[in-house]
């Protein structure tokens, strides 16, 4: 039997390319329950033999008694035994893998709670701002990039997202004068993380947008002193632009959204929420899993920004999907609504001012009537409702609709969301654990953009941020989890740990230091607890016998390593339903 084994091989060209060949489809699997444990699992009778078995490493199963493992067994895509290396040898035959994981770190895939993962792939057709510094370089990026590609002259130019104010370092947006100058023949739409975007004269030419067009219901044009659009748009307004954009075809969009989970399988992801879809997008995602081309489990939500009641009502009557519909790779999970903006926007909607802007509060992204109208509406017709929420007098509206929401059918065991939440308040958490509501916050928003929010909302506010200790012992594992709204912020899982366990930004400056999670419970809240929001607590989050073989072979050890080198931790494989997505480059 030792003849079988074969050495994991990290740093050979080769590897487990070679020992799991065939590794780019990835079959549909099977629902299976949940909890049985380590010991139960290294001592279960099983003529089963296994499609591989790995041996030698250092599992951290993340049950529930955060119980270690030095091997498992895989068949079909799931865990049939987790134990001792002499222990699984049991399901080993002739045709069986036998995999040296040479002591090797092994963790459960990895689910991102709240990311816009379909906007990954777009990395080879648009302007890669996110590498700015300087306003000069942005236009640089822009320029090189219509030259590079060959733009023709008259298409729309389009960027990667990123955050200027906390990027740059002139720590603001760029003028349509600037854009202009970049690309004086192209129209041109410069995404940011979320809330605002900027255009150039002809991008707003081409969206009608001149002096005398009004502000959207929601959102803002930005005028100079002479009533011109300065080229920022905030919230609905960027819309008038957006319109104007060619969409791409479905098969361009399959094609993005597998790579955009090759993507994600780098960073030790194998399930998501990708949270702001079209209903287009949302058959992509069916499609490239019918296709067996997914490698990342994806829930998604819906997106409405529906500007009455009534037409949200002809949306939901007309709609192609229900609510917690799919299978293994893909389901739908919920629609999602937008109640304000962002911390280092200035437009997260607060009941104190903003500490450098004294009349600021920042703003709704809705007619409160119009969103509570339309959160029941949802409820009556059979959809959870997420809202993106930072500010805590946003959270007070969105609280107040799912109570009223509730009025008419129960929110318990359904789900509802408040994404992002980051200043929620203690009594605010504490109503919505009454109601059953989760709250899904993003900690790495307190990475490279800590001293913005500092700058802009004062160090009380930004020490209360993100309040990841109070949401795991008022809401628990069951009810709030981990993520990290990229593109809005980097996709790096481990950083996002670093920032729950030690609460410090790249300055080591610290934030909220009783807000502090241990390292356990942070591994926690990217395994256990994201499952809970696509119902599938049972099937996966964990390595269990029955669950799904989703698993990170690591850099180090997780569990040994100081404090500030979490945030240095690599993926060295990922593997999802078995197979090997991902394997680190020599």
């Known amino acids: 039997m030792t003849s079988n084994i074969v050495p994991t091989r990290f740093t050979g060209a080769r590897g487990w390319r070679h020992i799991l060949a065939g590794t780019a489809a990835v079959a549909l699997v099977a629902a299976i329950p949940l909890l049985a444990s380590c010991s139960t699992n290294a001592t279960a009778p099983s003529a089963t033999a296994a499609d591989t078995v790995y041996v030698n490493g250092k599992f951290i199963t993340a049950d ?247 037409e949200f009502e002809q949306m939901l009557k007309a709609a192609k999907f229900k609510d917690n519909i799919g299978n293994d790779w893909v389901r739908t999970a919920g629609i999602k609504m937008f109640a304000d903006g962002g911390m280092s926007l200035k437009s997260a909607y607060i009941r104190d001012a903003y500490a450098d802007d004294p009349h600021n509060h920042g703003m709704l992204a809705t007619d409160p009537e119009v969103y509570k109208r339309n959160v029941r509406l949802a409820n009556q017709y059979g959809w959870r409702v997420g809202t993106h929420v930072v500010g805590d007098a946003a959270i007070d509206l969105a609280l107040d609709a799912y109570e009223e929401a509730s009025k008419d059918s129960s929110l318990k065991d359904k789900r509802f969301i408040l994404i992002h939440a980051s200043l929620i308040t203690p009594e605010q958490v504490v109503r919505a654990r009454k109601l059953g509501v989760r709250v899904d916050a993003q900690n790495i928003f307190m990475w490279d953009k800590a001293g913005t929010v500092e700058r802009f909302m004062g160090t009380k506010l930004a020490n209360r941020a993100v309040p990841t200790r109070l949401l795991l012992d008022t809401l628990g594992l069951e009810g709030t989890a981990a993520g990290t709204d990229n593109p809005v912020n980097m996709l790096n899982p481990f950083v996002g740990m670093y920032v729950m366990v030690t609460r410090k930004d790249p300055r080591g400056r610290v934030y909220g230091a009783d807000q502090a999670v241990t390292r356990e419970e942070a591994l926690r809240l990217y395994t256990n607890a994201g499952p809970y929001y696509t119902f599938e607590e049972n099937k996966k989050g964990s390595i269990e016998t029955g669950k799904f073989a989703d698993m990170v072979v690591l850099s180090a050890d997780y569990l040994s390593v100081p404090d500030e080198k979490i945030k240095d931790i690599k993926p060295l494989q990922t593997i999802v339903d078995g197979k090997l997505v991902y394997e680190a480059a020599n």
């Open 64 to 310: 529930k008694s955060f119980s270690l493992a030095q091997a498992v067994a895989v068949k079909d895509g799931k865990f049939i035994g987790v134990g001792s290396s002499a222990d699984m040898k049991r399901y080993v035959a002739p045709a069986t893998r036998l995999v040296d994981l040479q002591g090797k770190t092994v963790i459960p895939g990895l689910m991102d709670s709240h990311s816009h993962m379909n906007g990954a792939g777009t990395a080879e057709t648009t302007a890669q701002v996110i590498n700015a510094k300087t306003v000069s370089g942005a236009q640089a990026i822009i320029a090189e990039f219509i030259n590079a590609k060959k733009v023709p002259s008259g298409a729309w130019v389009q960027t990667s997202r990123w955050h200027p104010p906390s990027q740059l370092k002139e720590q603001r947006y760029l003028t349509r004068q600037e854009l202009d100058a970049a690309a004086p023949n192209n129209p041109v739409y410069v995404q940011t993380v979320g809330h605002f975007a900027m255009a150039n004269s002809r991008a707003l030419q081409l969206a009608g947008i001149g002096r005398d067009t009004k502000d959207p219901v929601g959102g803002k044009i930005y005028r100079d002193a002479n009533g011109d659009a300065t080229g920022v748009l905030e919230e609905t307004a960027i819309e008038l632009v957006e319109n104007k954009i060619p969409s791409p075809t479905f098969e361009e969009l399959v094609a993005q959204t597998i790579a955009a989970q090759r993507i994600y399988n780098r960073s030790g992801i194998t399930s998501t929420i990708d949270a702001a879809m079209t209903e287009e997008q949302v058959g992509v995602y069916f499609a490239v899993a019918e296709r067996k081309q997914a490698s990342v489990r994806t829930g998604t939500m819906w997106l409405t920004r529906a500007a009455s009641s009534a």
